[in-house]
């Protein structure tokens, strides 16, 4: 195989708990990761000159080993020693740094991707083993679907699919620090009432209730992120006032999803949150449910 064409998909966050911090210093989640058809496309293609070459549509992401796809093809090229050279060309659609995991999904892309076109026969857990390296992330963008994630994201449980229904996503142009908003939950010392009720939603997925899901959605991060950039939670009434059965910021922003059950309803929501100018990039989708044997 010469070349192969991948999509990288959006996740949000039906429900996002932090636990406590660790004596590590890293923080236990609890979270409900969800894959949405919004993606970025990659082209992976064998070529003569050595290397890792990467190129983007975005002038300001790094293309060297400071990029995720880069990384992600390093690791598996060094492991099974693959010499050929390797373009990635990568358009972005995922908004960055926004909590859609849009680096991760790119990553686990290409680890699928080179798997694929070197026959190097790992299973979709070995590839999430390896993912670990890279990011918490990483290993849900490479199973994908409806999962229950802990430990620090990196434990991963398979849910029944999410109930059908339409999407609005909103990133405001403002930039949010993962690490200022985690540095800043002071995780150990919330309150029991503070920590949204994970299982709550899982029920609802089961159950294949979607109004109950919206209901019992909630996100610890919100507690520092909305502070310290109102524009989310305006977006977040917006998306409420425009039909939407719930709205919620995704990861540790500052993106806010809202979640529909017709898709006029979503339609009319995303011509109007276009029109408020309170998001730099809006989107519609649907949830990526994966058919699982």
Same mark, same amino acid.
Not at 204 to 231: Q, S
């Given at each position: 195989?010469?070349?192969?064409?991948?999509?990288?998909?959006?996740?949000?966050?039906?429900?996002?708990?932090?636990?406590?911090?660790?004596?590590?210093?890293?923080?236990?989640?609890?979270?409900?990761?969800?894959?949405?058809?919004?993606?970025?496309?990659?082209?992976?293609?064998?070529?003569?000159?050595?290397?890792?070459?990467?190129?983007?549509?975005?002038?300001?992401?790094?293309?060297?080993?400071?990029?995720?796809?880069?990384?992600?093809?390093?690791?598996?090229?060094?492991?099974?020693?693959?010499?050929?050279?390797?373009?990635?060309?990568?358009?972005?659609?995922?908004?960055?740094?926004?909590?859609? $995991?849009?680096?991760?999904?790119?990553?686990?892309?290409? /680890?699928? +991707? %080179?798997?694929?076109?070197? @026959?190097?026969? =790992?299973?979709?857990?070995?590839?999430?083993?390896?993912?670990?390296?890279?990011?918490?992330?990483?290993?849900?963008?490479?199973?994908?679907?409806?999962?229950?994630?802990?430990?620090?994201?990196?434990?991963?449980?398979?849910?029944?699919?999410?109930?059908?229904?339409?999407?609005?996503?909103?990133?405001?142009?403002?930039?949010?620090?993962?690490?200022?908003?985690?540095?800043?939950?002071?995780?150990?010392?919330?309150?029991?009432?503070?920590?949204?009720?994970?299982? $709550?939603?899982?029920?609802?997925?089961?159950?294949?209730? /979607?109004? +109950? %899901?919206?209901?019992?959605? @909630?996100?610890? =991060?919100?507690?520092?992120?909305?502070?310290?950039?109102?524009?989310?939670?305006?977006?977040?009434?917006?998306?409420?006032?425009?039909?939407?059965?719930?709205?919620?910021?995704?990861?540790?922003?500052?993106?806010?999803?809202?979640?529909?059950?017709?898709?006029?309803?979503?339609?009319?929501?995303?011509?109007?949150?276009?029109?408020?100018?309170?998001?730099?990039?809006?989107?519609?989708?649907?949830?990526?449910?994966?058919?699982?044997?």
């Amino acid at each position: 195989m010469h070349k192969i064409y991948l999509k990288a998909l959006a996740k949000i966050n039906l429900s996002l708990d932090v636990l406590r911090r660790r004596e590590d210093g890293y923080h236990e989640v609890k979270m409900i990761m969800q894959t949405v058809s919004l993606c970025d496309e990659l082209e992976v293609r064998k070529v003569k000159q050595p290397g890792i070459h990467v190129k983007t549509n975005l002038y300001y992401l790094p293309t060297n080993e400071n990029n995720l796809v880069y990384k992600a093809a390093s690791l598996l090229m060094d492991e099974f020693h693959i010499t050929d050279g390797i373009s990635i060309q990568l358009q972005k659609k995922i908004p960055v740094a926004a909590g859609m $995991a849009g680096g991760s999904s790119d990553a686990a892309a290409v /680890l699928w +991707g %080179l798997n694929q076109m070197y @026959g190097l026969g =790992l299973s979709r857990k070995e590839l999430m083993e390896r993912g670990v390296r890279l990011g918490a992330d990483v290993p849900y963008c490479v199973l994908r679907g409806t999962a229950l994630a802990e430990g620090i994201g990196e434990k991963l449980k398979v849910l029944p699919p999410m109930p059908k229904c339409y999407i609005l996503i909103a990133k405001p142009g403002i930039n949010v620090s993962t690490r200022f908003v985690y540095e800043n939950l002071h995780a150990n010392d919330l309150r029991p009432e503070q920590h949204p009720d994970v299982d $709550a939603v899982i029920g609802d997925i089961r159950d294949g209730d /979607l109004a +109950g %899901l919206c209901a019992h959605m @909630g996100n610890v =991060l919100e507690k520092v992120t909305v502070p310290a950039h109102p524009v989310i939670d305006r977006i977040k009434k917006y998306m409420i006032k425009g039909g939407a059965l719930g709205a919620m910021m995704s990861g540790s922003g500052p993106s806010v999803f809202g979640i529909f059950d017709t898709q006029g309803k979503a339609r009319k929501a995303y011509r109007a949150v276009k029109a408020a100018r309170l998001a730099k990039q809006v989107y519609l989708t649907v949830p990526y449910n994966v058919r699982r044997q």
